[in-house]
Structure formats: structure tokens, C-alpha cells
Nanobody, 123 residues
Framework: QVQLVESGGGLVQAGGSLRLSCAASGRTFSGYAMGWFRQAPGKEREFVAT????????YYSDSVKGRFTIARDNSKNTVYLQMNSLKPEDTAVYYCAATFLAGSRRLSDYDYWGQGTQVTVSS
């Protein structure tokens, strides 16, 4: 029903920046709140950021607050994650996801997931 495709991952040095994009199919994108999660090797998938349907509300995990910015462009059916001041501990596969629940930060609240994009931060 809803297809999410992440892009923009890659290899950067510590202190660098990347912008991830998540393109959604369909015409119901604006009806979903969106989130970003990440999963590092040997770790469980963890919450990164979420944004409300109209972009008016955002929430970040403590580990990325002040460094990452989530945004969306509903006219393009796309959500973004701007990542600045990257650290080696940010290395993970990053996933975007969609939910009907506003302000959700729990993995179980999200209904649709992309396949992920790899972000590697070297020291």
C-alpha cells in the first residue's frame, strides 16, 4: 500500500554532514506522521526523530538532538533527515517509517517501513 524508499546514505568523516531522503508512494503521504529509526550492528533498532503530518511538530532522541533535523515536503511526498556533526556512533542503517499516531517514538507504532540506507561515519 505504502512504499518508502530511503536514499542519501554513504561514507563520511566525523564532523561531516549527510542528508537522507525518504520518498513515499501514493497520495496519502500527508495523512501520516513520519519517523526515522536506525540500527547499528549488534544493536536493536532505535528511534531517531519524528515529524507530524503538517511538519509543525518534531521530536528527537537525546543522542541526535541539536545535530539532526527532520523535515518534510508534502508536495514531493518526501521526508528528510539532515545530519550534521556526525559521529562514529551514528553509523547504522537508517530507516524511515510511517504512522497514523502523532508524536510516536516507539518502533511498534509504525506501520510502514523502507528498506534502509547505510550511513557510515569514520573517525
Amino acid at each position: 500500500q505504502v512504499q518508502l524508499v530511503e536514499s542519501g546514505g554513504g561514507l563520511v568523516q566525523a564532523g561531516g554532514s549527510l542528508r537522507l531522503s525518504c520518498a513515499a508512494s501514493g497520495r496519502t503521504f500527508s495523512g501520516y506522521a513520519m519517523g526515522w529509526f536506525r540500527q547499528a550492528p549488534g544493536k536493536e533498532r532505535e528511534f531517531v526523530a519524528t515529524i507530524s503530518r503538517n511538519g509543525g511538530y518534531t521530536y528527537y532522541s537525546d543522542s541526535v538532538k541539536g545535530r539532526f533535523t527532520i523535515a518534510r515536503d508534502n508536495s514531493k511526498n518526501t521526508v528528510y533527515l539532515q545530519m550534521n556533526s556526525l559521529k562514529p556512533e551514528d553509523t547504522a542503517v537508517y530507516y524511515c517509517a510511517a504512522t497514523f499516531l502523532a508524536g510516536s517514538r516507539r518502533l511498534s507504532d509504525y506501520d510502514y517501513w523502507g528498506q534502509g540506507t547505510q550511513v557510515t561515519v569514520s573517525s
